[in-house]
């Protein structure tokens, strides 16, 4: 969804006189919420699944069932819509003339609340995936120290295993790489509220975490068989393979 806007968010900073348009301005910070929101969800549950197959295997299937999954994934795009919507309900600062910028059109509760809810769902998102990687790498240890004592385990499984722990490193750095400048420049801005350089170069992070919102489904179907195949499976209408390396759900 994110990639879908991109275009038109790009224009908005390069035709700056689409800025002063009530509509279009509020608009447009409407479609970062609801696909930001979109985007975090959607990391925060492919690392939460991750984390359930990896930490609390014998649970998975009496955790993640089917109904759970599609409950969540209605819960979070309505929330994501509302909260998104909401400066079109009137909550908003804007005045003609004004700098189209969030901080100083958002009314000041929407802008916590945003920001801590972000952080919330980030902080997760970093804990189960630290989780992950540090116990995928365990295990391959533990793998390797066995293959040395007693050769008896095939080399595919010990790849395997290298292959999954660095698919989620992958996406694990994507995510901080993609956010990270966002982050910090929302940090400074609260130093330097009347920065207008701070407040351009929040719009060019803002448009450069949409890439995000479509980077985790690129790297899953670069490295993953099992994706591909599911994916495959999906488009034809076919009933999916089982997955040996956990990413049918991902």
Request: a positive charge.
């Amino acid at each position: 969804m994110g990639a879908c806007i991109l275009p038109y968010d790009i224009y908005v900073l390069y035709n700056t006189s689409l800025g002063q348009n009530k509509v279009l301005c509020l608009l447009r910070f409407v479609l970062h919420n609801m696909t930001g929101s979109n985007s975090i969800f959607n990391l925060f549950f492919i690392s939460l699944e991750r984390y359930i197959a990896i930490i609390h295997p014998f649970n998975y299937n009496k955790i993640v069932t089917y109904p759970r999954l599609i409950a969540g994934i209605i819960a979070a795009r309505v929330y994501s819509l509302v909260m998104a919507s909401v400066p079109l309900m009137g909550e908003h600062k804007w005045t003609p003339g004004v700098q189209c910028d969030p901080s100083r059109i958002w009314v000041t509760w929407y802008s916590y609340f945003c920001s801590l809810w972000v952080v919330f769902l980030i902080s997760l998102t970093i804990f189960c995936y630290s989780r992950v990687i540090k116990v995928a790498f365990r295990h391959i240890d533990a793998v390797i120290k066995q293959k040395a004592s007693v050769d008896t385990e095939g080399d595919s499984d010990h790849k395997a295993e290298i292959r999954k722990t660095k698919m989620m490193a992958l996406i694990f750095g994507l995510f901080l790489l993609y956010w990270s400048p966002f982050s910090l420049v929302l940090f400074f801005q609260r130093l330097y509220k009347e920065s207008t350089v701070l407040a351009q170069a929040k719009c060019y992070s803002l448009t450069f975490i949409k890439s995000n919102c479509c980077i985790n489904f690129i790297v899953y179907i670069c490295r993953s068989k099992a994706f591909r195949k599911n994916l495959r499976c999906f488009c034809l209408s076919k009933v999916s393979p089982d997955s040996d390396d956990g990413t049918a759900l991902s």
